[in-house]
């Protein structure tokens, strides 16, 4: 058991599977967001996680004093999402029999003072913030290492844990790409939002079926592409960032073949039988074009296929720059895999000038 | 009277720019003193950066292979194979960890994001662009090789093969 599920828990196949359950949960959004269903999952959850914690690698990761309140969080963010969308699909079924949502009826229309109603409450949050904080720097020490030394690195050596995604997308791509590029890319769209979203539905009242396309889209991003390659590195990276399945001891020597190899030598050495050329754009040329159709022709087809109603709503500008985000967003899963299928390091690979897509 | 008075307790034209040239001088000095105090700050009182270059010893000391004996003090490996003699900066070209050298798999893995290098240096796993990079060897007056690390040498510049990356032995 413990070994299928390590084998199980590779990200080939826990990545596969959980946008798989993502989108079969969009898809039976009232399903998930039934407190029945939430009912059942929490204990599931809870009788899972007890039984996982028996053993004692996996235990000796949770436990871990860095580690310990990322699993609070992840509770958390388990906890908020399901509670957003519940209360989402619950407007949704009123106002398909035609009611106002929870938040327009008379009686939470009525408005209340700041003081004492939210004063009171923030209080209450200081307060219970603050002797949350004492007792958890009492209990747990915080785990401080040896003075940096700049010719030795601790392996394996990890961010912190909000980093952890980001270091996870570092394995797949050039540091400009993940390290920069991505991050900036990331805040700028964060910030557009409220440029590019312009539906004003949703305003003061939760739903789901209003805002399906954003709701879901951003829900990918920040559960699939940010929190589960958070836990990814948190809990499944361990010496030389090796993957280690949740049971599995962290044994440095393990060693798995990772070999790869750019999109030119696939193309050139590999399917031509020829070797390298010496000009650099004549050698990425396959790289250079593929990157170019996905930036161009894509955005056309998806636009032909599904984008006419987004378009005429939203203005060109607004469009394609979402389609850009959207595009950028997705490189990363594709990424992924071809990392893991074709062995593909870069698919435009210039060190010559820093660029490696 | 009234008039001297004025003239005795007010200052003329040309004292007022004398103090004021006083102040200001006051001001600056102290305004720069504070600023020269706070940059001095900023500098470490005792830097433990090692040398850009050293003596290694004499080349044929070294057995084949890669050699870690000087990782540690100034961050480079040696190694020797096929009659060359090469410095091998220990910085990741990826995004600049210190990778280990791990003897049973004959290879180094970067802690980080998981690259991996050939003992000699060229990048086969991982999301490392670049082979690491060599410095500078020469052998001085008395046949000891001296590392030079103000000088490297990136091979897909073409500069391995450059006489000064490496030592025949
Ligand atoms: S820094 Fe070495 S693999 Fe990223």
């Known amino acids: 058991m413990k070994a299928i599920i390590n084998y199980l828990s590779d990200p080939v196949f826990s990545f596969t599977g959980i946008i798989f359950f993502f989108f079969l949960g969009i898809k039976h959004i009232e399903v998930v967001a039934s407190k029945k269903f939430a009912t059942i999952a929490l204990i599931l959850i809870l009788i899972i996680f007890g039984w996982m914690s028996l053993d004692p690698v996996f235990l000796s990761i949770v436990i871990w004093p860095d580690n310990v309140p990322i699993i609070f969080l992840l509770a958390l963010v388990i906890w908020s999402t399901w509670f957003a969308i519940h209360k989402g699909v619950i407007n949704d079924q009123r106002m398909a029999a035609g009611e106002p949502p929870v938040e327009g009826t008379p009686e939470n229309r009525e408005k209340v003072w700041a003081w004492p109603n939210l004063v009171y409450t923030e209080l209450f949050a200081i307060i219970a913030g603050t002797v949350f904080l004492i007792a958890w720097s009492i209990l747990l020490k915080s785990p401080l290492e040896e003075p940096a030394n700049p010719t030795w690195a601790p392996n394996p050596a990890k961010a912190p844990w909000y980093f952890l995604g980001l270091q996870e997308m570092l394995v797949y791509f050039d540091p400009w790409i993940a390290g920069v590029t991505l991050p900036v890319l990331i805040v700028v769209g964060l910030i557009a939002i409220p440029y590019i979203d312009t539906n004003p539905k949703g305003n003061g009242y939760y739903s789901f079926k209003d805002r399906k396309f954003a709701i879901t889209s951003f829900l990918f991003g920040w559960l699939l592409l940010w929190i589960f390659l958070i836990i990814i590195g948190t809990f499944l990276r361990g010496p030389n960032w090796t993957f280690y399945g949740p049971f599995e001891f962290w044994d440095a020597h393990k060693v798995v073949a990772a070999n790869n190899i750019n999109l030119s030598e696939i193309f050139w050495i590999k399917f031509l039988n020829m070797p390298l050329p010496k000009n650099i754009f004549a050698r990425e040329f396959l790289g250079l074009i593929l990157v170019a159709i996905y930036y161009t022709f894509v955005p056309v087809f998806i636009t032909r296929k599904f984008g006419q109603k987004f378009l005429i709503t939203m203005g060109k500008a607004r469009y394609y720059f979402l389609i850009f985000l959207v595009l950028t967003m997705m490189s990363l899963p594709l990424k992924m895999y071809l990392r893991w299928f074709i062995n593909l390091k870069y698919i435009v690979f210039m060190p010559e000038f820093e660029l490696n897509i | ?169």
């Not at chain 2, 004292?15 to 102290?30: D, N, P, R, T």
């Not at chain 2, 070294?62 to 000087?70: A, F, L, M, Q």
């Not at chain 2, 290098?117 to 052998?139: C, D, H, S, T, W």
Request: aromatic residues 16%; charged residues 25%.
């Open chain 2, 1 to 169: 009277m009234a008039l001297e008075v004025e003239k005795k307790s007010s200052i003329n034209r040309r004292e007022f720019f004398s103090y004021l040239s006083i102040g200001f001088i006051a001001l600056s000095a102290s305004v720069g003193g504070v600023l020269s105090l706070i940059f001095r700050y900023l500098y470490p009182n005792v830097v433990f950066e090692p040398a850009m270059d050293f003596n290694a010893g004499r080349p044929e000391a070294y057995d084949t292979g890669v050699d870690e004996r000087w990782k540690k003090i100034y961050g480079v490996w040696i190694f020797k194979s096929d009659g060359k003699f090469v410095a091998m900066s220990n910085i990741c070209t990826h995004l600049g960890c210190v990778p280990t050298w791990l003897s049973a798999e004959r290879k180094f893995k970067c802690p980080c994001h998981g690259s991996g290098f050939y003992p000699n240096g060229i990048n086969f796993e991982g999301p490392a662009p670049r082979p690491l990079e060599r410095y500078k060897v020469f052998l001085d007056a008395t046949g000891n090789a001296i590392v030079d690390k103000t000088r490297v040498f990136r091979y897909e510049k073409g500069e391995w093969s450059n006489p000064d990356s490496y030592i025949s032995v």
